[in-house]
Protein backbone atom coordinates (compact mmCIF):
# COMPACT_ATOMS: atom_id res chain seq x y z
CA UNK A 1 0.00 0.00 0.00
CA UNK A 2 2.78 1.92 0.37
CA UNK A 3 3.53 2.80 -3.71
CA UNK A 4 -0.32 3.66 -3.47
CA UNK A 5 -0.37 6.32 -0.77
CA UNK A 6 3.31 7.64 -2.23
CA UNK A 7 1.00 7.89 -5.84
CA UNK A 8 -1.55 9.88 -4.32
CA UNK A 9 0.44 12.22 -1.97
CA UNK A 10 2.55 13.42 -5.25
CA UNK A 11 -0.79 13.73 -6.99
CA UNK A 12 -1.99 16.31 -4.05
CA UNK A 13 1.39 17.86 -3.80
CA UNK A 14 1.37 18.64 -7.44
CA UNK A 15 -2.20 19.48 -7.62
CA UNK A 16 -1.58 21.70 -4.62
CA UNK A 17 1.71 23.31 -6.32
CA UNK A 18 -0.28 24.12 -9.32
CA UNK A 19 -3.10 26.09 -7.22
CA UNK A 20 -0.47 28.46 -5.24
CA UNK A 21 1.11 29.11 -8.32
CA UNK A 22 -2.26 30.21 -10.07
CA UNK A 23 -3.01 31.97 -7.09
CA UNK A 24 0.00 34.00 -7.44
CA UNK A 25 0.39 34.84 -10.57
CA UNK A 26 -3.07 36.02 -10.63
CA UNK A 27 -2.22 38.03 -7.89
CA UNK A 28 0.71 39.48 -10.08
CA UNK A 29 -1.79 39.97 -12.84
CA UNK A 30 -3.77 42.17 -10.19
CA UNK A 31 -0.95 44.07 -9.04
CA UNK A 32 0.25 45.27 -12.25
CA UNK A 33 -3.34 45.50 -13.86
CA UNK A 34 -3.33 48.83 -16.43
CA UNK A 35 -7.49 48.31 -16.40
CA UNK A 36 -9.86 49.61 -13.18
CA UNK A 37 -7.93 50.21 -10.32
CA UNK A 38 -9.31 47.88 -7.71
CA UNK A 39 -8.53 49.96 -4.47
CA UNK A 40 -9.27 53.74 -4.12
CA UNK A 41 -7.70 55.80 -1.55
CA UNK A 42 -8.33 59.55 -0.74
CA UNK A 43 -5.01 62.21 -0.26
CA UNK A 44 -5.19 65.27 1.79
CA UNK A 45 -2.24 67.63 2.35
CA UNK A 46 -1.82 68.92 5.91
CA UNK A 47 0.71 70.55 7.78
CA UNK A 48 3.09 69.60 4.72
CA UNK A 49 2.81 66.09 5.01
CA UNK A 50 0.45 64.04 2.50
CA UNK A 51 -1.82 61.62 4.41
CA UNK A 52 -3.70 58.90 2.96
CA UNK A 53 -6.31 57.31 4.04
CA UNK A 54 -6.42 54.17 4.28
CA UNK A 55 -2.37 54.77 4.97
CA UNK A 56 0.23 53.66 2.86
CA UNK A 57 1.51 50.63 5.61
CA UNK A 58 -1.77 49.11 5.99
CA UNK A 59 -2.37 49.12 2.26
CA UNK A 60 1.60 47.11 2.21
CA UNK A 61 0.42 45.45 5.06
CA UNK A 62 -2.58 43.96 3.25
CA UNK A 63 -1.20 43.13 -0.03
CA UNK A 64 1.75 41.47 1.99
CA UNK A 65 -1.16 39.38 3.76
CA UNK A 66 -3.27 38.75 1.00
CA UNK A 67 0.16 36.91 -0.73
CA UNK A 68 1.16 35.57 2.99
CA UNK A 69 -2.74 33.94 3.11
CA UNK A 70 -2.36 31.85 -0.45
CA UNK A 71 0.99 30.19 0.56
CA UNK A 72 -0.39 29.85 4.08
CA UNK A 73 -3.56 28.18 2.77
CA UNK A 74 -1.14 24.54 2.23
CA UNK A 75 -0.62 24.65 5.89
CA UNK A 76 -4.72 22.91 5.75
CA UNK A 77 -3.84 20.24 3.72
CA UNK A 78 -2.42 17.24 5.95
CA UNK A 79 0.38 14.44 5.21
CA UNK A 80 0.01 10.83 5.01
CA UNK A 81 1.55 8.94 8.15
CA UNK A 82 4.57 7.03 6.82
CA UNK A 83 3.51 3.45 7.49
CA UNK A 84 -0.12 4.23 8.27
CA UNK A 85 -3.41 4.46 6.01
CA UNK A 86 -4.31 8.19 7.67
CA UNK A 87 -3.75 11.44 7.50
CA UNK A 88 -2.05 13.67 10.72
CA UNK A 89 -5.18 15.62 12.21
CA UNK A 90 -5.96 18.66 13.89
CA UNK A 91 -4.05 19.13 17.21
CA UNK A 92 -4.42 21.96 19.93
CA UNK A 93 -0.88 23.88 20.20
CA UNK A 94 0.50 24.29 23.39
CA UNK A 95 2.25 27.31 22.79
CA UNK A 96 -0.28 29.56 21.10
CA UNK A 97 -3.90 27.57 21.64
CA UNK A 98 -5.06 27.19 18.15
CA UNK A 99 -5.40 24.08 15.82
CA UNK A 100 -2.63 22.93 13.78
CA UNK A 101 -1.31 20.18 11.96
CA UNK A 102 1.80 18.75 12.26
CA UNK A 103 2.66 17.90 9.26
CA UNK A 104 1.56 19.51 5.78
CA UNK A 105 2.74 20.48 2.66
CA UNK A 106 3.44 23.98 3.19
CA UNK A 107 7.02 23.70 3.62
CA UNK A 108 7.64 21.52 0.72
CA UNK A 109 5.48 23.91 -1.30
CA UNK A 110 7.29 26.98 0.08
CA UNK A 111 10.27 25.52 -1.37
CA UNK A 112 9.01 25.39 -4.75
CA UNK A 113 11.62 27.80 -6.94
CA UNK A 114 8.41 28.82 -8.98
CA UNK A 115 6.71 29.95 -5.57
CA UNK A 116 9.59 31.64 -4.03
CA UNK A 117 10.37 33.64 -6.86
CA UNK A 118 7.17 34.68 -7.79
CA UNK A 119 6.87 35.54 -3.93
CA UNK A 120 9.82 37.70 -4.35
CA UNK A 121 8.07 39.46 -7.55
CA UNK A 122 5.07 40.34 -5.51
CA UNK A 123 7.49 41.64 -2.55
CA UNK A 124 9.29 44.04 -5.03
CA UNK A 125 5.62 45.23 -7.10
CA UNK A 126 4.49 46.22 -3.28
CA UNK A 127 7.69 48.17 -3.17
CA UNK A 128 6.77 49.56 -6.41
CA UNK A 129 3.81 51.00 -5.70
CA UNK A 130 4.84 52.35 -1.94
CA UNK A 131 7.49 54.29 -3.85
CA UNK A 132 4.98 55.61 -6.43
CA UNK A 133 2.79 57.48 -3.94
CA UNK A 134 6.41 59.34 -2.12
CA UNK A 135 6.70 60.25 -6.28
CA UNK A 136 3.05 61.67 -6.66
CA UNK A 137 3.58 63.55 -3.01
CA UNK A 138 6.46 64.96 -4.07
CA UNK A 139 4.87 66.92 -6.77
CA UNK A 140 2.35 68.48 -4.58
CA UNK A 141 5.23 69.64 -1.72
CA UNK A 142 6.35 73.00 -2.23
CA UNK A 143 9.24 74.62 0.37
CA UNK A 144 7.71 78.04 0.10
CA UNK A 145 4.46 76.12 1.69
CA UNK A 146 6.21 74.40 4.37
CA UNK A 147 7.93 78.26 5.46
CA UNK A 148 4.81 79.01 6.58
CA UNK A 149 4.85 76.00 9.29
CA UNK A 150 8.77 76.39 9.70
CA UNK A 151 9.88 77.61 13.47
CA UNK A 152 12.10 79.94 12.10
CA UNK A 153 9.36 81.72 10.27
CA UNK A 154 7.09 81.68 12.61
CA UNK A 155 9.61 83.53 14.96
CA UNK A 156 10.35 86.22 12.30
CA UNK A 157 6.32 86.62 11.60
CA UNK A 158 6.39 87.53 15.32
CA UNK A 159 8.75 89.78 15.49
CA UNK A 160 6.84 91.44 12.30
CA UNK A 161 4.17 91.46 14.42
CA UNK A 162 6.08 93.21 17.31
CA UNK A 163 7.35 96.05 15.24
CA UNK A 164 4.26 96.37 13.02
CA UNK A 165 1.65 95.78 15.70
CA UNK A 166 -0.48 94.22 13.16
CA UNK A 167 -0.56 90.69 11.58
CA UNK A 168 -3.47 91.62 9.24
CA UNK A 169 -1.27 91.45 6.32
CA UNK A 170 0.45 88.05 7.01
CA UNK A 171 -2.97 86.31 7.13
CA UNK A 172 -3.56 87.29 4.01
CA UNK A 173 -0.87 86.25 2.09
CA UNK A 174 -1.15 82.78 4.32
CA UNK A 175 -4.86 82.17 3.29
CA UNK A 176 -4.13 83.87 -0.64
CA UNK A 177 -1.22 81.30 -0.80
CA UNK A 178 -3.34 78.25 0.54
CA UNK A 179 -5.59 79.24 -1.59
CA UNK A 180 -3.38 79.13 -4.49
CA UNK A 181 -2.06 75.45 -3.34
CA UNK A 182 -5.44 74.00 -3.27
CA UNK A 183 -6.56 75.03 -6.93
CA UNK A 184 -3.26 74.14 -8.15
CA UNK A 185 -3.79 70.83 -6.18
CA UNK A 186 -6.97 70.28 -8.04
CA UNK A 187 -6.10 71.50 -11.85
CA UNK A 188 -3.20 69.20 -11.85
CA UNK A 189 -4.96 66.25 -12.35
CA UNK A 190 -6.56 65.48 -8.87
CA UNK A 191 -6.67 61.51 -9.70
CA UNK A 192 -3.91 59.74 -9.97
CA UNK A 193 -3.20 55.84 -10.83
CA UNK A 194 -0.69 54.22 -9.26
CA UNK A 195 -0.98 50.32 -10.43
CA UNK A 196 -4.45 48.69 -9.25
CA UNK A 197 -4.61 51.80 -6.79
CA UNK A 198 -6.77 55.29 -7.32
CA UNK A 199 -5.52 57.66 -5.29
CA UNK A 200 -7.83 61.09 -4.86
CA UNK A 201 -5.90 64.23 -4.35
CA UNK A 202 -9.30 66.33 -4.38
Not at 115 to 131: D, F, H, W
Not at 152 to 178: A, N, P, W
Amino acid sequence: MKIYYYYWERKIFNAINKMIIRALATNKALLIKTGKPLIKMEATFNNTEMNYYPSIHDLRQALDRFTRNIIDSTKRFSRWWDGFCKVFEEVMDKDTSEKTIKYTFFDDVNHNPVVAALSLELVGLSEQIQNKFDLFGSKFADKNFKKIYDRQQLTKMSRTYEKSGSVKDIESRIMLFKMFKKTQIRSNNPSQKNFLVLIDYS
